[in-house]
C-alpha cells in the first residue's frame, strides 16, 4: 500500500495545454516535495512545501500544500515539450524517512 | 566531486550470483537513502542511515539484501543470490537535514538473467 498515492499515473496533453498532478496520503507531512526525473537520471527537486496551505510558484508552475498538509498539488500552465517527465512527490514523516509517491508520467506532444 | 557518485552505472548478472552496489554521497550530507526503481514506476523505499547506523531498514525486500555504511560517506548495498525479481535500477540518496532536499546518484542499473 503506497503511503502517498499519486493521481493520474499518466497525463498526455498537447504543447500549450494546463495540467494538474495530485498527491494525497492520509498522514500528516512535516514537509512535502515534488521531484522529476528524466529517463536514465535520478529525480531532481523542484520544491519543498512546508506549511499548510502554502503556495509556491516555480515560473509556470505551482505547488499548493494542503491546509491539513496531507495532500499537495502541482499545476502547469501552458506546458512544453521539456516538462515531459516523471514528476514525484514525496513526504517526510517519522524521523528521516521519506516516502514516494508511485509517480506521474507526464507526455507534453509538440 | 560535487554530486551523488553510484557505481557500477549498470550491471548484468547471472541469477543466483551476488552483487555489490556503491554510493558516495556528497561530503557533509549525514543522512544516506537507498530507492529501488523498477522500469516506468516509482521510488520504492530500501534503507535510509543516519551517520553510520540505519533506523529504518523496513524496505529490504529479503534477508538477501543488507547495505552498510561506513566513515559517514560510502554505502554499500549488497543482494546476495541475485533473482530476475531483482532487476531495477537502484538509487542512492542523501541529504543534510530532515525536511532539506535529497540529491540523487543517476542509479545503478542491474538486469539479472
Known amino acids: 500500500t503506497q503511503l502517498l498515492e499519486q493521481s493520474p499515473q499518466f497525463l498526455s496533453i498537447q504543447e500549450g495545454e494546463n495540467l494538474t498532478v495530485y498527491c494525497n496520503s492520509s498522514?500528516?507531512?512535516?514537509?512535502l516535495q515534488w521531484y522529476r526525473q528524466e529517463p536514465g537520471e535520478g529525480p531532481v527537486l523542484l520544491v519543498t512545501?512546508?506549511?499548510?496551505?502554502e503556495v509556491k510558484k516555480l515560473k509556470r508552475l505551482t505547488f499548493q500544500f494542503g491546509d491539513a498538509r496531507k495532500d499537495s498539488s502541482l499545476h502547469i500552465t501552458a506546458a512544453q515539450t521539456g516538462d515531459t517527465g516523471l514528476y514525484l512527490c514525496?513526504?517526510?514523516?517519522?524521523?528521516?524517512?521519506?516516502?514516494f509517491g508511485a509517480g506521474t508520467t507526464v507526455t507534453v506532444r509538440a | 566531486g560535487a554530486g551523488v557518485s553510484q557505481s557500477p552505472s549498470n550491471k548484468v548478472t547471472e541469477k543466483g550470483k551476488d552483487v555489490e552496489l556503491r554510493c558516495d554521497p556528497i561530503?557533509?550530507?549525514?543522512?544516506l537513502y537507498w530507492y529501488r526503481q523498477r522500469l516506468g514506476q516509482g521510488l520504492e523505499f530500501l534503507i535510509y542511515f543516519q551517520g553510520n547506523s540505519a533506523p529504518d531498514k523496513s524496505g529490504l525486500p529479503s534477508d538477501r539484501f543488507s547495505a552498510e555504511r561506513t566513515g559517514e560517506s560510502v554505502s554499500t548495498l549488497t543482494i546476495q543470490r541475485t533473482q530476475q525479481e531483482d532487476s531495477a535500477v537502484y538509487l542512492c540518496?542523501?541529504?543534510?537535514?530532515?525536511?532539506?532536499?535529497?540529491?540523487f546518484g543517476n542509479g545503478t542499473r542491474l538486469t539479472v538473467t
Open positions: 498522514s500528516v507531512f512535516s514537509s
Open positions: 540518496a542523501g541529504r543534510q537535514l530532515r525536511n532539506s532536499p535529497l540529491h
Open positions: 514525496a513526504g517526510d514523516g517519522v524521523g528521516y524517512k521519506l516516502s
Open positions: 512545501v512546508v506549511t499548510g496551505g
Open positions: 561530503s557533509g550530507h549525514t543522512a
